[in-house]
């Protein structure tokens, strides 16, 4: 039977067919603008959780600044000074600690001039770090001689940045000639593979940043607790910054483990989704309105049919589920015209981001989050209707057939 | 004697407005009996309607009791009324009252579909309806295709669809001319004769009134 029901629903939308277009058109700016955040917010989500994965578990993260200050040390206004790198290294369990330093400069290949971010690895004592902990890997040439001026570049590098680059040939950095000798494997995310990799040594003499560094990753030795290590990073670091209080001014830090780092960036990740969810909820909801509006006006049209449908052995169910089905199809078209523009709009700001690297992000399109928007429209779809859909039912037979149009 | 397929006890039905009270029956009691013709005659504002909708178990009495099939409509669910109402009354009314959106075949499988018949079943019923009363070249036009006679001939297959016990008419004829109103008052006096069904028309024909076995005066929503 419901078959029929929804044959007849069609048929009356049908018969109403500019309304019930600018009713669908409403959920589908809705539904167009949360499909194409949340596939936004979900790819980036996903992007960062992938590569703070790839750390591994014994491994510490030092930023200068309190958490709650984040875009401060983002931004790199702070940094962490020499004496911070060396009170780290002497905090016990601390097997090795590693400066992150990267800064972009304009890199000269054959004619071509392009900035790229360079990354000074301290490639002397921390190699294994970068190839266990950081899934560094060499596809093709092998790795930068330490003190001599050689690069790796990124697995982007030879394709979208310089097409067609090779190792054992010349590029050109400040006026400076440096040999590529290796090409890196991807690394799942398109800042890391876009970079160039160099010793720390030339780094800090070619990019003269000779000093501390924005951020600083510690290695924790065999038996020690991550967490502990940690702990008293932080504390060793706050303890000399209120003994230079008097000069300088207090000095935060922050200090996580990778497990911690990838709570936090799910945290703030997902309060992003919860925030973007709730203002394309609001444009479904303005939608919803529509719909309930579009419906009272049909039910109203439609009283006298609603009292033949009734003389004829229509239960009230029946003519609930008619208005409900109505509306549900508006809801679920409406969804399927909002979801299609709008992770095809995802998907093509994933594809500008590829031709710019400073604006990489990832549109996430997943069964899940078709499967919900369809879900979600045909939802509000049927919630919108169900006040109208009741008040048709509580129609009595006798006064819908009096009314005549 | 057997039990009247529709039995009205001292049925009263008043309308409030505001404080005014407005009874438009006071105390109808009548039995429609199996095979009866019956014709409903009286001035507008007599409450002839009124009545109908309480034949047809389209209204509920405000005192009194109506029995359908010798059961308490008033004791019934909206929903189980509904369904007594579809299988066992056929409505045809003076504006036709058919599904614009639907056509003559659909408006004619309509009470089927809520009697939970078949779809093959619903189909060959709605056909052969449709060609006993003339229209098998009318099948898939919209009432709005059809002329008044015509539709109310869609109408009456309409209410036949569940081979009902009663068909109740409420001036089948009020918006049809002189020559279309005969052949839709012959399709009725044909039903009743050889089809054994129990009409009720409200009208103000006087051939069908010489036809019918009972007439029913009403005059201020008294019968008299």
């Known amino acids: ?405 | 004697m057997p039990e009247p397929i529709i039995k009205l006890e001292n049925v009263w039905k008043i309308y409030q407005f505001d404080k005014v009270e407005l009874a438009v029956l006071k105390g109808v009691t009548l039995d429609i009996n199996q095979g009866a013709f019956i014709v409903i005659l009286g001035p507008s504002g007599s409450g002839k309607s009124t009545l109908l909708n309480m034949l047809g178990c389209l209204d509920l009495p405000s005192k009194g009791k109506v029995f359908l099939d010798g059961q308490d409509i008033s004791r019934m669910s909206e929903d189980a009324l509904a369904q007594a109402r579809g299988q066992k009354i056929g409505f045809v009314f003076q504006q036709f009252n058919l599904l614009q959106n639907l056509n003559a075949l659909e408006n004619v499988m309509l009470p089927m579909i809520f009697q939970g018949r078949p779809e093959a079943e619903r189909k060959k019923r709605a056909q052969s309806l449709l060609a006993s009363l003339g229209l098998q070249d009318r099948v898939l036009h919209r009432p709005s295709e059809l002329s008044g006679g015509e539709q109310q001939r869609i109408a009456i297959a309409r209410a036949l669809a569940n081979n009902p016990e009663i068909i109740v008419a409420d001036e089948p004829t009020g918006n049809l001319d002189s020559m279309t109103g005969q052949k839709i008052m012959e399709i009725l006096i044909d039903l009743h004769k050889n089809e054994r069904k129990t009409i009720v028309v409200v009208t103000h024909d006087p051939i069908i009134a010489d036809y019918s076995n009972q007439v029913v005066h009403i005059k201020d929503g008294q019968i008299i």
């Open chain 1, 1 to 405: 039977m419901l078959q029929e029901y929804f044959k007849i629903a069609v048929k009356n939308l049908r018969t109403r067919q500019l309304r019930s277009w600018l009713t669908i058109l409403g959920i589908v700016i809705g539904v167009f603008l949360i499909m194409s955040l949340l596939s936004l917010s979900q790819g980036l989500k996903n992007t960062v959780l992938q590569q703070l994965k790839a750390v591994g578990t014994d491994i510490v993260m030092i930023m200068p600044g309190s958490v709650s200050d984040i875009m401060t040390t983002l931004i790199g206004s702070v940094k962490l000074s020499e004496e911070d790198l060396n009170i780290i290294r002497k905090t016990p369990g601390v097997k090795i600690v590693i400066p992150s330093v990267y800064k972009g400069e304009i890199v000269k290949y054959q004619n071509e001039s392009k900035t790229v971010i360079l990354n000074g690895l301290d490639i002397r004592n921390a190699l294994d770090v970068y190839i266990d902990d950081m899934g560094m890997k060499i596809n093709t040439g092998g790795w930068a001689v330490p003190g001599k001026r050689e690069v790796m570049v990124g697995s982007l590098v030879p394709t979208e940045i310089f097409p067609g680059m090779k190792i054992n040939t010349l590029i050109n950095i400040k006026g400076k000639q440096f040999e590529i000798v290796g090409i890196l494997k991807s690394m799942g995310s398109k800042q890391d593979d876009s970079m160039l990799g160099m010793d720390l040594e030339i780094y800090r003499s070619v990019t003269g940043e000779r000093q501390g560094a924005p951020q600083a990753v510690a290695k924790i030795a065999a038996g020690y607790s991550v967490e502990q290590v940690a702990k008293s990073i932080k504390a060793n670091l706050e303890n000399q910054a209120k003994r230079r209080a008097g000069r300088q001014g207090e000095n935060s830090y922050s200090v996580f483990t990778s497990e911690a780092m990838s709570g936090i960036v799910g945290g703030i990740m997902g309060i992003i989704q919860v925030v973007v969810f709730a203002f394309g909820s609001i444009a479904v909801a303005v939608g919803g309105i529509g719909i309930m509006n579009t419906m009272y006006t049909s039910v109203r049209e439609r009283t006298r049919e609603i009292g033949i449908l009734k003389a004829v052995g229509a239960k009230n169910s029946t003519i609930v589920l008619i208005f409900l089905i109505e509306s549900g199809i508006i809801g679920l078209i409406g969804g399927l015209g909002g979801m299609i523009p709008g992770l095809g709009l995802a998907k093509l700001i994933q594809a500008f981001g590829q031709v710019h690297p400073i604006f990489y992000i990832e549109a996430s399109v997943t069964p899940g989050i078709i499967i919900f928007g369809l879900l979600f429209s045909f939802g509000v779809g049927c919630l919108s209707g169900f006040f109208p859909a009741r008040s048709a039912a509580k129609l009595k037979p006798v006064e819908a057939l009096r009314r005549y149009e």
